[in-house]
């Protein structure tokens, strides 16, 4: 097997096919083996998982979770990886290479196709650029025992934020809601080559089988939660009115006080629970 992460023997390969990493779609060359193999042992793969990888890259990743997992289906949208990765993961009978887009693709069916019988996950060393897009795409597909990304340190941190802290924000509640982040580990921007200018961490989030909160309509919450972050500053009230004109300011204080909240409550300070009520409330009042 190839050490994906050993730049001596990966340049002259890259060369021989004329492949040069794509600052546009966020391709960087890991070169260090201990990250790719943290990853897939971290976020728990076995031969009872099937693995869903987004952006395989060259394959440093690939390989880790192919050695461990009873199927991988790695998905990648650059053609002009496939004689490199025959080179770097050829061998593993138990990868499927989808030469897509996976935001085009339908995951959910995709996962039931593919892993039957198996313990479904994702994992990915996801691009900057689109981290956001293909994890809305993973967690709304409702169809992972987890999600476990590489993706920029602050995102990760955002995702794991408690209410009222600075990175909290309606990202953090959507990824919450779907699972329970837990920041695994950084990894340094000189373990890859370009270095990027930022430090990287790994996230793992194992799905909720069940939500803790009554939500009367899903679309409601997350319209609320969007509300409330978008004037963040402000009075909560300021945020619901914006978010909901048929409410009104009138109406929003409403809201606000039949949830037993004060009526200088922000939004960046409530947590699911909360937010759950707020939107309960604006569904009764219908």
């Known amino acids: 097997m190839i050490d994906v992460t050993d730049i001596h023997l990966m340049k002259p390969l890259l060369a021989e096919h004329g492949f040069h990493f794509s600052k546009a ?87 039931a196709e593919k892993f039957a019988g198996l313990r479904p996950m994702a994992c990915a ?36 934020a408690k209410p009222g802290t600075a990175d909290y924000s309606a990202f953090t509640v959507f990824c919450q809601y779907y699972a329970e982040p837990e920041v695994l580990f950084d990894v340094p921007a000189g373990c890859f080559l370009p270095q990027p200018k930022v430090t990287s961490a790994v996230i793992h989030l194992p799905v909720r089988k069940q939500r803790p909160w009554e939500i009367l309509d899903e679309k409601v919450f997350f319209r609320v939660v969007r509300a409330s972050f978008a004037m963040r500053r402000k009075k909560l009230a300021n945020g619901l009115a914006s978010g909901f004109p048929e409410l009104g300011k009138t109406g929003a204080a409403e809201v606000i006080a039949a949830c037993g909240f004060d009526e200088n409550v922000r939004g960046e300070t409530l947590g699911i629970p909360e937010f759950a009520r707020i939107a309960n409330e604006i569904v009764r009042r219908g």
């Open 125 to 160: 060393n996801l691009p900057y650029y689109i981290t956001s897009p293909i994890l809305t795409a993973l967690l709304e597909a409702e169809c992972f025992d987890s999600v476990t990304v590489m993706v920029q340190k602050e995102v990760a941190q955002r995702m794991a």
């Open 25 to 111: 779609k966020g391709q960087n060359f890991l070169t260090a083996r201990w990250v790719p193999e943290s990853i897939a042992e971290d976020a728990g793969v076995d031969e009872t998982a099937g693995v869903l990888e987004v952006g395989p890259g060259i394959g440093p990743l690939t390989q880790q979770l192919a050695l461990r997992a009873g199927k991988v289906c790695a998905v990648e949208v650059d053609r002009r990886l496939e004689p490199i990765l025959k080179r770097t993961v050829g061998e593993f009978p138990n990868l499927e290479i989808i030469w897509d887009d996976v935001l085009k693709l339908d995951v959910k069916a995709l996962v």
